[in-house]
């Protein structure tokens, strides 16, 4: 006969390693690679690209009066959208749940654009979105709003900058956003800031989905579980075979 005495212990183990959630690093890396080529009043209105941890990902700039330039290189503190966390690490916008919601709503709108305008038939639609997502993020909503007084050109309304369809249908986005979300409805979106974002540079950023580490690190993490499933295999199963005594 053989002793079972113990297996559940084992089988806790294996179920833990094997369903244990990955938490997001508190930073992350950050390098702008492209800033895209779509422009609208001479002002690149993206979807930028980042490797966030040597991820390439598609990022959305909510934060109009600081500067992001090709090529910077930053660290970022890392804060889950929701619920938004806001303890350890500082956004631009404070702990504004509602207002990253909203720009969230934005985002997901820019990521997947609507084919036409919603006013008129001559538009740029990433662009008027955009704006309207920069229209909603103003001076007065940051935390720290003197970054603004950093840059005086843009430290005004998005909208100035807008005429025509375009800022018609900026207007149209920006009242269209909603005033109530349910919660967790953008779970999936993080919010990138950096320590220098109140100094006017770089600006911060909202990218859906999140890839917390680069592929390398991930299949070093993989690998490892599975040696130490292996191992627990190999003493589960002497455990089994041991005689009762």
Do not use: H
């Not at 006017?200 to 130490?228: K, R």
């Amino acid at each position: 006969m053989c002793s079972l005495r113990g297996k559940y212990w084992y089988l806790a183990v294996v179920a833990l390693l094997l369903f244990a959630p990955t938490a997001l690093p508190a930073t992350a890396n950050m390098v702008i690679t492209s800033r895209g080529s779509n422009t609208l009043d001479g002002t690149n209105v993206g979807p930028y690209t980042a490797t966030i941890n040597g991820v390439s990902t598609q990022v959305i700039c909510d934060d109009w009066q600081d500067v992001t330039s090709l090529g910077s290189k930053w660290t970022a503190n890392v804060n889950t959208l929701s619920p938004l966390t806001n303890g350890k690490t500082q956004t631009v916008y404070g702990n504004n749940q509602l207002l990253y919601d909203q720009v969230a709503w934005l985002a997901t709108q820019i990521l997947a654009p609507p084919t036409k305008c919603a006013v008129g038939k001559s538009c740029d639609v990433v662009g008027d979105i955009t704006y309207a997502l920069w229209e909603l993020t103003g001076c007065s909503l940051k935390a720290n709003p003197t970054s603004c007084q950093n840059n005086p050109k843009l430290a005004g309304t998005a909208f100035a900058n807008l005429s025509g369809n375009d800022l018609a249908n900026a207007q149209w986005w920006l009242a269209s956003v909603p005033k109530s979300f349910a919660s967790g409805s953008y779970s999936s979106f993080d919010i990138y800031t950096s320590n220098n974002a109140w100094q006017g540079t770089p600006q911060e950023l909202i990218a859906d989905p999140v890839v917390a580490a680069p592929e390398s690190s991930v299949m070093i993490l993989f690998g490892a579980d599975m040696f130490g499933l292996l191992g627990l295999g190999i003493v589960f199963r002497r455990r089994l075979l041991r005689p009762i005594q």
